[in-house]
């Protein structure tokens, strides 16, 4: 069962009761990410999801970690480029333990600054460790090459020279700014009774005056503009090319996402998808192929990542090329698409039994729709989906040429883009 309260204060409170179950997912949601961000403060809203952890009037960081260990669940935080969450999974019993600790986090970190000063040493070690990895930085590299100056080609991390200068007054401009009530939800999901979690959250958030705020992110964003596609080698000496290739893809909302998600099953979402079969099974060109989709309150993003020998590139993009032109002129048989809706479904109820994995994805339907979805709807709606939708979707989708990304050893010269 599912329920719904918006405190006074204009904090949403959501619960998603779920029989049989011992353990509860709770997560305090702020709809600010790195798209929220500037040239100069870029990677603020990453370093406040570091600095909650770090100590309050009441405890210390050590305490901090101390407690969520003794709650005995998982505890974490991240940042994206729309949202900043800060979470932890436990037994029912410890439910009131933990949203006590939570909102102690949440409503009176100290952002003291030997700790800052510590932190950021730390998360310029993060920053390292992508450069490092370069199937992880050729992602930060592709959306800098998509979305061009606009803030969601921003790396969420934020960039060295910013982060070296952070300091607490900074980050807690952005607090001031951003972590408002209008801003905020509280979600569950698991052993929980709605009324009871209300309750507790209420007593610890006394005191918090409505802002005023929507809650709506997009109100403050700047708006998204498609940029011509650009293409980059970055030459680096790698054992492999890692390229990510792609184009504009859809908001959250769109009413042709269930048929973007089809999309991208049968281009490069499972071991059966066209990409992962040609490009690893039949050709051996590549360990890891696959495509993914990432989608915005007002726009998202299709891509293609395959890390493969320098020989072998220019090979595997001419079947991406084929592949990605295929999906775009033929219909899709019906037995295929079949075979893709199964695939999806088959996650979507997997994902039911993790209660994490619930109470992010109610979350996400309250910031983007402001209501409850079913997993039955979602089902049914993949069901709609029809071989002449994705036929359509993928000639809108790719009647542009790809943005991409390379890095490795190889020169711009090297590379041969063919029919992408």
């Known amino acids: 069962m599912y329920r719904k309260t918006v405190l006074d204060s204009g904090i949403r409170i959501t619960s998603e009761r779920v029989p049989h179950c011992r353990t509860v997912a709770v997560g305090i949601w702020v709809d600010v990410g790195s798209r929220d961000e500037h040239d100069l403060n870029n990677g603020c809203c990453h370093f406040i999801e570091h600095m909650l952890f770090k100590g309050t009037g009441k405890r210390s960081p050590q305490q901090i970690a101390i407690e969520f260990d003794m709650l005995g669940g998982a505890s974490n935080a991240f940042t994206s480029r729309e949202n900043t969450c800060y979470y932890a999974t436990v037994l029912d019993n410890h439910l009131e333990a933990l949203v006590d600790l939570l909102a102690d986090m949440f409503l009176n970190s100290l952002f003291d600054r030997e700790e800052l000063l510590r932190e950021r040493q730390v998360i310029l070690q993060e920053i390292s460790m992508v450069e490092d990895q370069p199937d992880d930085l050729i992602h930060d590299l592709f959306f800098a090459q998509l979305w061009g100056r606009h803030p969601l080609g921003k790396p969420v991390l934020g960039t060295r020279e910013v982060v070296a200068s952070m300091d607490p007054k900074k980050l807690l401009d952005h607090v001031n700014t951003y972590y408002l009530p209008g801003n905020v939800l509280i979600s569950a999901a698991g052993s929980v009774d709605h009324d009871r979690f209300?309750?507790?959250?209420?007593?610890?958030?006394?005191?918090?005056?409505?802002?005023?705020?929507?809650?709506?992110?997009?109100?403050?964003?700047?708006?998204?503009?498609?940029?011509?596609?650009?293409?980059?080698?970055?030459?680096?000496p790698l054992e492999q090319v890692h390229a990510v290739l792609g184009t504009y893809g859809l908001p959250q909302n769109?009413?042709?996402?269930?048929?973007?998600?089809?999309?991208?099953?049968?281009?490069?979402?499972?071991?059966?998808?066209?990409?992962?079969?040609?490009?690893?099974?039949?050709?051996?060109?590549?360990?890891?192929?696959?495509?993914?989709?990432?989608?915005?309150?007002?726009?998202?993003?299709?891509?293609?990542?395959?890390?493969?020998?320098?020989?072998?590139?220019?090979?595997?993009?001419?079947?991406?090329?084929?592949?990605?032109?295929?999906?775009?002129?033929?219909?899709?048989?019906?037995?295929?698409?079949?075979?893709?809706?199964?695939?999806?479904?088959?996650?979507?109820?997997?994902?039911?039994?993790?209660m994490e994995s619930r109470m992010t994805r109610n979350a996400r339907n309250e910031f983007c729709f402001d209501r409850y979805f079913s997993y039955e709807e979602t089902a049914a709606a993949l069901d709609r989906v029809t071989a002449e939708d994705v036929h359509l979707l993928a000639k809108r989708l790719f009647l542009r040429p790809l943005t991409a990304a390379v890095v490795g050893p190889m020169e711009p010269h090297e590379v041969r883009w063919g029919g992408l």
């Open 254 to 354: 769109d009413e042709d996402r269930f048929v973007l998600l089809l999309l991208n099953v049968l281009l490069g979402g499972n071991m059966s998808s066209r990409l992962f079969q040609e490009i690893r099974e039949n050709r051996g060109l590549a360990y890891s192929i696959y495509s993914y989709v990432d989608s915005f309150v007002d726009s998202g993003m299709l891509g293609i990542y395959l890390g493969v020998d320098a020989e072998t590139l220019n090979e595997s993009l001419e079947v991406v090329a084929e592949q990605v032109g295929r999906l775009a002129e033929e219909a899709v048989p019906e037995q295929e698409l079949a075979n893709a809706r199964e695939f999806a479904r088959g996650g979507l109820y997997i994902s039911a039994e993790n």
């Open 198 to 236: 209300v309750e507790l959250w209420e007593r610890r958030l006394r005191g918090i005056r409505r802002d005023g705020g929507t809650g709506n992110g997009l109100v403050r964003r700047p708006p998204v503009e498609l940029d011509q596609p650009v293409r980059r080698v970055y030459a680096k």
